[in-house]
């Protein structure tokens, strides 16, 4: 029996699905072109982010002829004791005046976005460099905290620079800036088992108390601190300053939060904010802040000495030392219709280092990819 229109049924079916096939074919093929793209996009992205640290090493170096005359070397001995005191305070003064220009190459830019537009050297660029320098001196050393040695507190019981009693208003002011619990007692737990000192601070997330309040606040983010005073991991602690003090002529964001301290931190030009002078007239290696502050860190910080909680005084350091800084970078690649931006972003730590030729240099110890 013969079927009329049977025949042409059977090829608009084959037609359609083969049109169904190729379609979807193609949406795959599209897609996977799309996600390949973004792919590689943000390989190029994080080599770029990977390479910015050098830029931060050619800042902060200085070169032997940057340091004529800021001898930082031992002198030779077997001097008489008049040419000795001489030449102690001229060795003093020489290092007086290196740390000097260390300070005022940093503290104008220290805290404070530095943002770089490729496309205005390149229009085939759509790439934003946001460069923030940091000092990890203006941190809190975690293991200048617990003595784990002897399972207390460094300095317990001591009127000046008991840590147990700074510690106990650290925690107490997270908490309050965090709306969380006191931090105090599972560090406390923590750390007398532990055995070894911080390798990174990051560890700190082991403990269930300091991920419920850094987990998503690991890393500085000055959008996220606009929205709201926020505390952020790193930037409160580190496991890297080689010393148990706070340096105040270069405190943290963080920190400054912690001290109810609203630094101005205007974005600016690399090049014009680094250029800026600031009146450094009155620095000293060696300084008694309370007599000192006003003079030299209100005008930075706009606060006087007396509004500095007493358990903070006794851990800022009275000596300007300072070997250790590191830097947050994102990369951002500018929308382009239809998609959306993509970020890529980068911490690292720099340590000095000083050459043969008596250069300074800055190697690079640690990068965490955000």
């Not at 050619?58 to 070169?63: H, P």
């Not at 940057?66 to 001229?90: A, C, F, T, W």
């Not at 997330?205 to 606009?226: C, G, M, P, R, T």
Request: hydrophobic share 40%.
């Amino acid at each position: 029996m013969k079927k009329p229109g049977y025949i042409l049924f059977m090829t608009f079916s084959i037609l359609a699905l083969c049109t169904a096939l190729v379609s979807a074919f193609l949406t795959k093929g599209m897609m996977h072109k799309q996600v390949t793209s973004i792919i590689l996009e943000q390989e190029v992205m994080n080599q770029l982010a990977l390479s910015i640290p050098a830029l931060a090493q050619s800042f902060l170096s200085f070169s032997a002829d940057d340091l004529k005359g800021l001898d930082k070397s031992d002198k030779p001995s077997g001097k008489d004791q008049g040419e000795s005191v001489k030449q102690d305070s001229n060795e003093k003064e020489d290092t007086t005046n290196f740390h000097k220009k260390l300070l005022e190459k940093i503290l104008p830019v220290v805290n404070i976005p530095q943002i770089f537009m490729l496309k205005e050297l390149d229009n085939t660029i759509p790439y934003s460099i946001n460069l923030t320098f940091f000092c990890e001196s203006g941190k809190i050393n975690i293991n200048g905290l617990y003595d784990q040695v002897h399972k207390k507190f460094y300095n317990e019981g001591s009127p000046d620079n008991d840590q147990k009693v700074f510690a106990t208003w650290l925690f107490e002011k997270i908490a309050e800036l965090t709306e969380q619990k006191s931090l105090l007692q599972p560090f406390i737990e923590h750390v007398k088992q532990r055995k070894l000192p911080f390798n990174d601070v990051t560890e700190l997330l082991s403990i269930k108390e300091f991920a419920q309040v850094f987990q998503h606040n690991i890393f500085y983010d000055k959008v996220v601190d606009e929205k709201k005073n926020k505390l952020f991991l790193t930037d409160v602690f580190t496991a890297t300053s080689e010393d148990d003090t706070i340096q105040p002529w270069l405190l943290s964001p963080s920190v400054c939060a912690l001290l109810g301290i609203e630094k101005e931190q205007k974005t600016q030009e690399f090049e014009n904010k680094a250029n800026k002078k600031i009146d450094l007239s009155g620095f000293k290696i060696t300084s008694s802040w309370q007599t000192d502050w006003d003079a030299l860190l209100k005008p930075v910080y706009g606060i006087t000495y007396d509004k500095i909680p007493l358990p903070v005084t006794g851990v800022l350091s009275k000596e300007f030392k300072v070997n250790v800084f590191s830097i947050g970078v994102t990369i951002t690649r500018e929308s382009i219709e239809g998609e959306n931006n993509i970020k890529t972003r980068i911490f690292a730590i720099l340590k000095e280092k000083k050459l043969p030729d008596d250069s300074i240099t800055y190697d690079i110890i640690k990068v965490y990819l955000v």
